[in-house]
């Protein structure tokens, strides 16, 4: 017969796991709940962080997370491309309008030791603050993160709106393909003319249309099959004992990291 596992390693194992697997399996087995106001919890807590020590150990952590979540690097650099993109006009502005110690000059303009580094904190603050959010909400369904905001008692009508937008979105983009599809059947070449610009006019408002007769279709079909104005949550979610030790160690990970960027 196997020994039985030391209680402390397989706590351990249970809230740091060390290998890929794992880690997803211990992510993926955490309440939606928990992992909702984590995401917001480590969200504030990165908000209030003033070290670039402190933000680059929140950091770390974010990726962790990313990783435990099937992100990789590649994802992450594609889906952080436009937050990139706007932190890159915030670094070549904001040193110039922020006074303090010149660092460089140009012509009339010049840049301050203070406003670089407060353009490099916003930028940490930022890629953190979106990872753990990819990492922690954006990996969840669509219907399991809506039920998620229902159980945390949002209102319902939010709820409601964000399921069916999600949903429509889909059907939306279906709609186009085929619509674009049978364009390019009848020999449609997209140019720099007005007979591109009227097409494009008649598809988005032909996508209109269909659009709107499809959500009568479904608000039909809702009504007949007994739907009265509220989506009835069928799941029902567990809290286990793995869920209380990871908010127990959130909350002892996010009161560490605060504490030691006043401290230091």
């Not at 909702?36 to 933000?55: I, P, V």
């Not at 674009?180 to 140019?191: I, T």
């Not at 709107?212 to 104005?229: D, P, Q, S, V, Y």
């Amino acid at each position: 017969m196997a020994e039985p596992a030391d209680g402390c390693s397989t706590l351990t194992t249970a809230l740091f796991p060390t290998d890929g697997a794992s880690a997803a399996d211990w992510l993926a087995a955490r309440d939606t709940r928990l992992r909702l106001l984590a995401a917001g919890l480590f969200a504030l807590m990165t908000l209030s962080l003033t070290q670039f020590w402190t933000l680059l150990t929140a950091g770390l952590i974010a990726l962790t997370l990313a990783s435990a979540a099937g992100l990789t690097l590649r994802m992450l650099r594609g889906r952080l491309l436009a937050l990139e993109g706007f932190m890159l006009f915030l670094l070549l502005t904001l040193p110039f309008t922020v006074p303090g110690e010149p660092l460089l000059t140009l012509g009339p303009l010049t840049a301050s030791r203070a406003g670089v580094a407060q353009a490099l904190l916003i930028l940490l603050k930022a890629n953190v603050i979106v990872i753990t959010l990819l990492a922690l909400a954006g990996s969840l369904e669509p219907v399991v993160f809506g039920h998620a905001l229902a159980r945390l008692g949002l209102p319902e009508k939010l709820v409601h709106l964000l399921l069916f937008t999600v949903r429509q979105i889909h059907l939306l983009h279906q709609e186009y393909q085929r619509m674009d599809q049978a364009m390019r059947v009848r020999a449609f070449r997209p140019r720099s003319d007005r007979h591109t610009w009227n097409s494009y006019g008649w598809l988005i408002g032909m996508l209109l249309v269909r659009s709107l007769a499809r959500a009568r279709r479904i608000m039909g079909a809702m009504r007949c099959r007994g739907f009265h104005g509220r989506l009835y949550l069928l799941d029902t979610p567990t809290w286990n004992r793995g869920d209380t030790w990871s908010a127990a160690a959130l909350g002892v990970m996010v009161t560490a990291l605060t504490t030691a960027d006043r401290l230091c």
